[in-house]
T-cell receptor
Framework: QQPVQSPQAVILREGEDAVINCSSS?????VHWYRQKHGEAPVFLMI?????EQKGHEKISASFNEKKQQSSLYLTASQLSYSGTYFC???????????????FGPGTSLSVIP | DVKVTQSSRYLVKRTGEKVFLECVQD?????MFWYRQDPGLGLRLIYF???????EKGDIPEGYSVSREKKERFSLILESASTNQTSMYLC??????????FGPGTRLTVL
């Protein structure tokens, strides 16, 4: 039930681009993205909803393919501050009620080096 | 600023002890969550609550219970702590349909 994330880890030089993928075996209502820096709490990046609505930072881009139950997070022109672990969280379509149960993936470690 | 606070940053307990982890949020959020975070496993949901006195099991509820008597407070209880419950515990809150705000975490060590 936990979504799968790929890659597990990636190392980038400043200015390079990266894509982090998240996939689920179940129909999805939404995909959430969070970033956690070492020793800190996870911080919200974006929510992508079934039907195309997005909530989140303007500088972060992501896609949500409902049919394939997949989402990708695009990090362009990476900066040192992008380093951290990125988690995707999925909310099942069949479970959508008045409250949110988000299941998080194992995370992708991203390191940006000068 | 939204604030989610947790009662302790670090906690050391002995096997068999009853452990209480407290979480308080100040944004009137209806949803509150408890996760444990272990290397390579990500954030695993233990329990969540969508209203006062309401709770739902997450993916790994065994060995844990929760209490939500007031909207702002969500407690995680380890009835009899075991060494395999040594972990980082994160609390979060949200209003329905929106982002989760996480607390700083409690690193629990069970000896």
């Amino acid at each position: 039930q936990q979504p799968v994330q790929s890659p597990q880890a990636v190392i980038l030089r400043e200015g390079e681009d990266a894509v982090i993928n998240c996939s689920s075996s179940k129909a999805l209502y939404s995909v959430h993205w969070y970033r956690q820096k070492h020793g800190e709490a996870p911080v919200f990046l974006m929510i992508l909803l079934k039907g195309g609505e997005q909530k989140g930072h303007e500088k972060i881009s992501a896609s949500f393919n409902e049919k394939k139950q997949q989402s990708s997070l695009y990090l362009t022109a990476s900066q040192l501050s992008y380093s951290g672990t990125y988690f995707c969280g999925t909310e099942g379509d069949f479970m959508k009620t008045s409250y949110d149960k988000v299941i998080f993936g194992p995370g992708t470690s991203l390191s940006v080096i000068p | 600023d939204v604030k989610v606070t947790q009662s302790s940053r670090y906690l050391v307990k002995r096997t068999g002890e009853k452990v209480f982890l407290e979480c308080v949020q100040d944004m009137d959020h209806e949803n509150m969550f408890w996760y444990r975070q272990d290397p390579g496993l990500g954030l695993r949901l233990i329990y969540f609550s969508y209203d006062v006195k309401m709770k739902e099991k997450g993916d790994i509820p065994e060995g844990y219970s929760v209490s939500r008597e007031k909207k702002e407070r969500f407690s995680l209880i380890l009835e009899s702590a075991s060494t395999n419950q040594t972990s980082m515990y994160l609390c979060a809150s949200s209003s329905t349909g929106n982002e989760q705000f996480f607390g700083p975490g409690t690193r629990l060590t069970v000896l």
